[in-house]
């Protein structure tokens, strides 16, 4: 992941340099750099469409990295997290979660928060510790229950509990 991430920076940088000749003259290279051949083009033969152009890719730039990038992972049959496309997805084990009390604190505790819970919610409702709330919500996860993602606010771990 780390190589990839070098790779997106370096592919920026070089796109921001090939937007910043387009200043002197050759506009639309950083366009035909990402792919867009045929506005890249256009740009090459109005001068950035007349510099304005130019200057409004300065922030478009992110997109069309990204986007180029995105084409040439489904090219190479590669989803965006890096799983090939072409393999089935199939789980190989299935995790039943014990019947345990904890369980079923956790999931009155998300119930009373609308669906949704932080570890450190779990550890209050329920007294146990961060560890063992962890534990759980995360064998939870396995079999199936309930899908983890970011607060988009505080960026916390919250567990989904789709059912509830």
Same mark, same amino acid.
């Given at each position: 992941?780390?190589?990839?991430?070098?790779?997106?920076?370096?592919?920026?940088?070089?796109?921001?340099?090939?937007?910043?000749?387009?200043?002197?003259?050759?506009?639309?290279?950083?366009? !035909?750099?990402?792919?867009?051949?045929?506005?890249?083009?256009?740009?090459?033969?109005?001068?950035?469409?007349?510099? &304005?152009?130019?200057?409004?890719?300065?922030?478009?730039? *992110?997109?069309?990295?990204?986007?180029?990038?995105?084409? !040439?992972? !489904?090219?190479?049959?590669?989803? *965006?997290?890096?799983?090939? !496309?072409?393999?089935?997805?199939?789980?190989?084990?299935?995790?039943?979660?014990?019947?345990?009390?904890?369980?079923?604190?956790?999931?009155?505790?998300?119930?009373?928060?609308?669906?949704?819970?932080?570890?450190?919610?779990?550890?209050?409702?329920?007294?146990?510790?961060?560890?063992?709330?962890?534990?759980?919500?995360?064998?939870?996860?396995?079999?199936?229950?309930?899908? &983890?993602?970011?607060?988009?606010?505080?960026?916390?771990?919250?567990?989904?509990?789709?059912?509830?």
């Amino acid at each position: 992941m780390n190589l990839e991430n070098n790779q997106h920076k370096d592919r920026l940088l070089v796109s921001y340099i090939l937007c910043a000749v387009g200043f002197f003259g050759l506009g639309g290279l950083h366009r !035909l750099y990402n792919g867009k051949i045929g506005t890249g083009l256009l740009w090459l033969c109005t001068f950035g469409l007349f510099y &304005i152009g130019q200057t409004v890719d300065l922030l478009l730039i *992110p997109s069309m990295v990204d986007e180029y990038e995105h084409k !040439l992972r !489904l090219k190479a049959g590669v989803s *965006p997290f890096g799983v090939p !496309l072409n393999q089935a997805v199939v789980a190989s084990q299935v995790h039943l979660p014990t019947g345990n009390q904890l369980m079923i604190k956790l999931i009155e505790a998300a119930e009373s928060k609308g669906g949704i819970l932080t570890v450190t919610q779990g550890v209050k409702f329920t007294g146990a510790s961060f560890a063992e709330v962890e534990a759980t919500l995360n064998e939870m996860y396995k079999s199936g229950y309930v899908k &983890i993602d970011n607060d988009p606010n505080t960026g916390a771990v919250v567990y989904h509990f789709h059912e509830l």
